[in-house]
Structures are given as C-alpha cells and as structure tokens.
C-alpha cells in the first residue's frame, strides 16, 4: 500500500464527505443529525476500500503475471487473497476517526457514543462482513478483463441500499426488502442507535443478522471462487494475454 497511495483514496474523501454532510443537517437547522453526517463517510469508505481492494488486487496480479503463481502455490489462494483484503479493511477504520475529528471541528461538539459496547461490536462484524463479500467480488474481478468497470458501478447503489446517509425506514417500499438483504443496512442502522441515547431495541437480533449475511458472503465467495478459478483454467483465461 506503501506504493500505491491511490488506495488511500477513500481515507482522504471521507473528511471531506463528513463536511458536505455536516454542513447540509447544519445549515438545515437539523444539527440532531450531524451524526449520520460523521458516520455516513466512514461507512462509504469501509464499502470502498474493500471494494477497491478486491478489484485491485486481483486486476494488479493479472497485469504483472504473478496470478498463475500465486494459483500454483501451496497456500490456499482464498487463504491469500481474504487475509490481504482484511488487511486493508481493517485500516479502513482510520475513517472513522477522521469524520469524528471533522464533526467535532465542524459543530464544536464531538459526537458521543451512547452504547460503546454495541458500537465497537458492529463495527468488528461490519468489518468481517466487508471482507466476505469484497471475496464475492472477487470472483467477478477475476473473470472481467477490466475489474474498473465493476467498481465505478457498485458503489453508490450499495450506499442507497445500505442507507449509509438515509435510514432504510425512509426509503420507497419497493426498496425495503432488497436494502434489508444488504448487510450495511442492519450495520447502518445499529451503528446509529448506538449513539443516541435509551435502550436499543432488538440489539442481538439485529448483530446476528450483521453476522448471517456477512458469513453468506464467505460462504458465497469460496464457492465462487473455486467454480470461477476452475472456469480461467478450462478456457485458459487466467492471464489478460
């Protein structure tokens, strides 16, 4: 990552996002909202680190040859390719931080965190969650001679699904249920009960769901990942030569 600063991309836009955010609930007279406006940034770069890890990865080995040997290694390639995404995922979190520090300079006010306990525990299964489905990703990358195309087009649908700035509640209906199988949503919204203040209704249950839909993504992505890798070797597609 040393020496592709690009990566980084997403910890540099999101204190930027958190001051567009901010600035708008501000000037609105909704200051009770600033804190969607600090969460919402850090949450659009956990989704676009691990999205832009996945296809660079990937699309990076591709382009220098060095996809066949890491297929012909001993270790396991998803084995590879999950831990170097977490890896990255996991230094996403820096956001979060940034877009506190912004909203504090930007209201005077830091945003407190009611419910830390709730807070740090969707944080770490929003994290697993990121890493399971980026290996869905993944698969997709591996088969497009161009994994650019596919990461300019999931960003933004994923953050309307996942309501990462608007709750799913204020979505159209026709949007609820689609929104409600992405796993940001549920994440969305608990990490925005764990700063308001009273009891947070049905905490487990909706952790636990955080949970399912991230460990369907490994699921997923490991049975993708062995059909697809089997598929470039039949057709001889594996390198862009």
Known sequence: MRGTPDWFLALFTAPLLTAVFVS????????????????????MALWAMSLQTAGELISRERENGSLEALLAAPAPFAAVLFGRISAVTSISTVAFAESWLVG?????????????????ITVALTLMAMTGWAGVMACVFVLARSARTFQNSLSYPFFVLGGVIVPVALLPDWLTWPAR???????????????????????????????????????LSHVLLDRTLRRVRMTGRLAHA
């Open 181 to 219: 199988a992405v796993f940001l949503s549920w994440s969305a919204d608990l990490l925005r009960d764990s700063l308001a203040t009273g009891p947070v209704d049905a905490a487990v249950l909706r952790l636990l769901l955080v949970a399912l839909l991230g460990a369907a993504g490994f699921v």
């Open 24 to 43: 708008i609930f501000t000037h609105a007279g909704r200051g009770d909202l600033s804190s969607y406006g600090v969460l919402a940034p850090a949450l």
């Open 104 to 120: 504090w300079a930007l209201t005077g006010e830091p945003v407190m965190i009611i419910h830390p306990g709730l807070f740090l």
